[in-house]
């Protein structure tokens, strides 16, 4: 993994973990998500590493803003 890569991983943990959960939190009961939108919203914003992207999806911190684990196989 590249420096680049791990510092927009421990951006987007760290963002989440730093108050805006219950922003996200709030977005999620006001629309109706997917799996496939959060999926592309992580593409977007990580790149296109998928093993980065498996490690946001599948994070602690996710669970607590969207209330539901995602296990990526």
Do not use: F, N, W
């Not at 805006?20 to 629309?31: G, H, I, P, S, Y």
């Not at 977007?44 to 996710?62: F, T």
């Amino acid at each position: 993994m590249s420096r680049a890569t791990a510092r927009k991983m421990t951006a987007a943990v760290e963002s989440v973990s730093k108050g805006r959960a219950t922003r996200a939190r709030a977005a999620v009961k006001r629309a109706q998500l997917t799996v496939g939108d959060l999926i592309a919203a992580a593409y977007d914003v990580l790149g296109s590493e998928a093993r980065v992207v498996a490690k946001v999806l599948s994070s602690p911190d996710l669970a607590v803003a969207i209330h539901r684990r995602i296990v990526v196989v």
